[in-house]
Every structure is written in C-alpha cells, then in structure tokens.
C-alpha cells in the first residue's frame, strides 16, 4: 500500500514563507507527476502546483512567481516553498501522487491526508 505523508503546514503572517513536504512510501515502481493541491471550505479543491518525472512544472496563476515546486525523485518526495504568502492562500494543502505500483494496475492517483496553512493579515 502506498501512503502520502505530508508535512510544513501551521500559522504564519502575510509575507512569510512555509515550506511543505510530502514524501511516498511503500511499493513504487514508477512514481509519474507529483503535485499539490488546496481546498477552502465550501470550494472545490483546487490545483496549486505539479511537477512531472521530467521535471516540468505547471502552476496556477495566482501563486506563479511566488511559489516553487520540486522534486526528489530518489526519495519519492515533493516540496513547494510558498513565498510572500497572502491571506488568500489559506487553506488545507494537499498532495497527490501519480505512480505505478503494479504493471497491471497501471497508473494511480494518490492522495495525502493534507496540512493546514494558515496567512495571517
């Protein structure tokens, strides 16, 4: 069974920096994309940021420039350093894991069970 542990989440005031962590484990062949994802109460969840075996990244517009992903492939983990944080990033943060720990079961997506980050005003 594979299981996604995150971690660097808490309370910090506007303009600060959070960096979070999510590390996999378990049976992984092949981990593909990597990301993180956030949710508000009463909103859908929504993309953060992702970063491919490649190393490409995409992110949503409102943290471009002030957020970076990446990756360490040989640990099976993902970071995101969050700079110049806002209120509006608040929320539950998310990671999620596209890997292969089975040939015959193919791709699956993988979630963690979230850390909360909260911008101060």
């Known amino acids: 069974q594979v299981q996604l542990v995150e971690s660097g989440g808490g309370l910090v005031q506007a303009g600060g920096s959070l960096r979070l962590s999510c590390a996999a484990s378990g049976i992984i062949l092949s981990m593909k994309t990597m990301g993180w994802y956030r949710q508000v109460p009463g909103k859908q969840r929504e993309l953060v940021a992702t970063i491919t075996s490649g190393g490409s990244t995409n992110y949503a517009d409102s943290v471009k420039g002030r957020f970076t992903i990446s990756r360490d492939s040989v640990k099976n983990t993902v970071y995101l350093q969050m700079n110049s944080l806002k209120p509006e990033d608040t929320g539950v943060y998310y990671c999620?894991?596209?890997?292969?720990?089975?040939?015959?079961?193919?791709?699956?997506?993988?979630w963690g069970q979230g850390t909360q980050v909260t911008v101060s005003s």
């Open positions: 999620n894991a596209q890997l292969i720990w089975d040939v015959a079961a193919g791709i699956r997506a993988y």
